[in-house]
């Protein structure tokens, strides 16, 4: 959480980094959008609420434009990722360093709206306000006739503030109403809804590889690997090659959607440790992690790179929004690999899981949260 | 695994024992009270005699499943409705958590104040552990729930985590407190 008064923010970028969520790509503007661009302006709605986009008619303008928004850092041109196709605009900007605000803005072309583009760009690109810039507050404004755009802001979570009267110019001497919304990096979080079907994908963390279990291919050194003492106490896993096989088929199986596992590989495809997103639970948005790493692959940062990928894939390809990792309060490399990839410490259950050697053992609960 | 058929627990003032049809009504009554709905994320708003119906229904199929223990408390053998507390979120005893459940209570409004609740409490954590040979207890309520604290805390709950943005309170994402009971505190 972010602590007013605290923490400085981070300036704004020079160049806008590239953000992919919720099926988007969010990317810097380049100067061969400048048909796209034409297209977002050409439209009724788009000249009657975008003051910015009213004078765009011509190519020219319309590079003028974007040369104007990547000189801007948190600028992002919104294209579908799968076709490249431009849908619209969202940024951030009017930064307040001090008071650690800004405000956003948004706008689609007229055959990409009533799709949830708009929302899903501004949820993305307040995620990166608040959590990679440090924002304390967004602010919202939009003309208080442009009905589509209240529906964006409240449905992101901006919560109305007030009128701002005469505030926006139309261009021809008059003035509309602006509607003002904002949220606090400290509101709840919005809730989805909905959380994405996802099958078995592999993710690259670092140097090493999170590859889908292969029972014919894995079996045997998993079962190499669960039968090291530390891994036997704390993670009790797979002692035969049968169990293992069986393991490695249960975990290459997302087909039930509450967990998405993987096995950690190097380039060599050397088998170095596995994680889990578990216990995925579709109305709380949560989940569980677990991971161990192989004896011999301790100490080379594979368990930080394997979880901080993983817990990348939870909050986006999977959609979750909090992750809790639990671990027996004497595995203190657990706590300190849990600290390093950002799960903060919450708390301490007494007596709540029974170990390999039978004993019931007191452990650490930590969590992260999409939003941290 | 065969599960216990609904029991009777009571201290002699106290009488626990399954919801039953006749207490519709007065559940109903209970739940029109706002504060309830302030820190129940589960009941349905507004609350109606067939929401009571819904929910005496489901007390009776979760006693037979094993999935629920739900307890009316009275005042008295056949006495007026007191509250309503019950073990849920059951992990079986061949887990390696070695057999847990949750407590989830409340209290009607007129009926605060009087101690009830962590009487009631008592006699259903003793239940769990002695009965149900549950190895640990959990309690969570949503940041801020000062007297569901205090009676966890008085049958010997310790507090041991705030789980931030854990719980669900309609619609939002709240933080909430967990506190565990093993057997040996329970007072």
């Not at chain 1, 490695?248 to 440790?273: E, F, I, M, P, Y």
């Not at chain 2, 929401?51 to 307890?71: L, Q």
């Amino acid at each position: 959480m972010s602590q007013p008064g605290q923490a400085a923010m981070a300036p704004p970028p020079e160049t806008a980094p590239v953000l992919e969520s919720d099926g988007l790509r969010l990317r810097p503007w380049q100067l061969d959008d400048a048909a796209g661009v034409l297209e977002i302006a050409d439209d009724d709605v788009s000249r009657r609420f975008s003051p910015s986009l009213r004078t765009v008619f011509t190519l020219v303008e319309a590079e003028a434009w974007i040369e104007m928004r990547r000189q801007r850092g948190a600028n992002w041109a919104v294209v579908d990722p799968a076709t490249g196709e431009l849908l619209g605009r969202v940024g951030l900007h009017h930064f307040d360093l001090d008071d650690r605000c800004a405000e956003i803005g948004y706008g689609l072309k007229a055959t990409a709206r009533g799709a949830g583009v708009a929302r899903r760009a501004v949820q993305t690109a307040v995620d990166y306000g608040f959590g990679e810039l440090g924002l304390a507050r967004i602010s919202l404004e939009h003309a208080l006739d442009n009905a589509a755009s209240c529906g964006v802001a409240r449905a992101t979570g901006f919560v109305p503030e007030g009128v701002r009267r005469s505030a926006i110019s139309r261009g021809d001497g008059t003035y509309d109403d602006a509607h003002l919304h904002a949220r606090l990096a400290s509101d709840p979080l919005v809730l989805p809804t909905t959380r994405p079907v996802v099958a078995p994908t592999e993710v690259v963390a670092g140097a090493y590889q999170l590859c889908i279990p292969n029972p014919e291919l894995d079996a045997e050194s998993v079962a190499e690997a669960c039968a090291d003492p530390m891994i036997s106490l704390y993670n009790a896993g797979p002692v035969t090659s049968e169990d293992a096989y069986a393991w490695c088929r249960g975990r290459a199986d997302w087909s039930d959607q509450t967990h998405a596992s993987w096995l950690v590989k190097d380039t060599a495809g050397l088998l170095l440790g596995t994680v889990s997103i578990f216990q995925i639970n579709d109305r709380s948005l949560g989940g569980q992690v677990g991971y161990w790493v192989a004896a011999p692959a301790r100490g080379r940062g594979v368990g930080t790179a394997a979880l901080t990928a993983a817990t990348r894939f939870a909050f986006g390809a999977l959609g979750l929004v909090r992750l809790e990792l639990y671990h027996a309060i004497d595995n203190e490399a657990s706590c300190r690999l849990a600290s390093a990839a950002g799960f903060a410490f919450e708390g301490t259950h007494r007596q709540s899981y029974r170990y390999g050697d039978g004993l019931l053992r007191d452990e650490h609960s930590h969590a992260r949260l999409a939003t941290d | 695994m065969t599960h216990p058929a609904p029991v009777t627990l009571s201290d002699g003032d106290l009488v626990l024992s399954c919801p039953t049809p006749d207490l519709v009504p007065e559940i109903t009554a209970a739940c029109q009270d706002r504060e309830l709905h302030r820190w129940m994320e589960a009941l349905p708003d507004p609350y109606t005699e067939e929401d009571a119906a819904t929910f005496v229904r489901g007390c009776a199929e979760n006693w037979a499943t094993g999935k629920e223990y739900t307890f009316a408390i009275r005042a008295g053998a056949g006495g007026r409705l007191l509250g309503v507390v019950s073990i849920h979120d059951l992990v079986q005893l061949t887990a390696p958590s070695g057999g847990m459940g949750e407590v989830g209570f409340w209290v009607a409004a007129p009926e605060r104040g009087h101690g009830v609740l962590p009487r009631a409490l008592r006699l259903v954590c003793r239940y769990g552990f002695e009965e149900l040979g549950l190895a640990r207890m959990e309690w969570q309520a949503e940041v801020g729930n000062v007297s569901s604290l205090r009676a966890a805390e008085k049958v010997g709950f310790v507090f041991e985590a705030t789980c931030r943005r854990r719980l669900l309170h309609v619609g939002e994402r709240v933080d909430g407190w967990l506190g565990g009971l093993l057997p040996e505190e329970l007072r």
